[in-house]
Nanobody, 116 residues
């Protein structure tokens, strides 16, 4: 079955950096685009990064552009989210997701807290 396991979250001061990882299994990872979403308390899920299966196209919303970078290692079935210059408003649970045959699969998420 499809499994997505995020890691790398934590508490960081404003201006700090974190790198999130998402280990995927149960599907041919190299064939699928991957997404990172986040959900802050009381808010809807927000897409923060997208990468095609080959890694040649990425996309970010303006809120994180220039600060977040998505990457993937198809040999390790892993997608990453490098986050720099973190702000308190980046505080959220971060999820990686994949869309397979009309169904979106989610990991359990990893908490990122940006606070001094």
């Amino acid at each position: 079955q499809v499994q997505l396991v995020e890691s790398g979250g934590g508490l960081v001061q404003p201006g700090g950096s974190l790198r999130l990882s998402c280990a995927a299994s149960g599907f041919p990872f190299r064939n699928y685009a991957m997404y990172w979403y986040r959900q802050a308390p009381g808010k809807e899920h927000e897409l923060v990064a997208f990468m095609t299966s080959t890694g040649d196209i990425t996309n970010y919303p303006d809120s994180v552009k220039g600060r977040f970078t998505i990457s993937r290692d198809n040999s390790k079935n892993t997608v990453y989210l490098q986050m720099i210059s973190l702000k308190p408003e980046d505080t959220a649970v971060y999820f990686c997701t994949v869309f397979i045959r009309s169904q979106r699969y989610w990991g359990q998420g990893t908490q990122v807290t940006v606070s001094s």
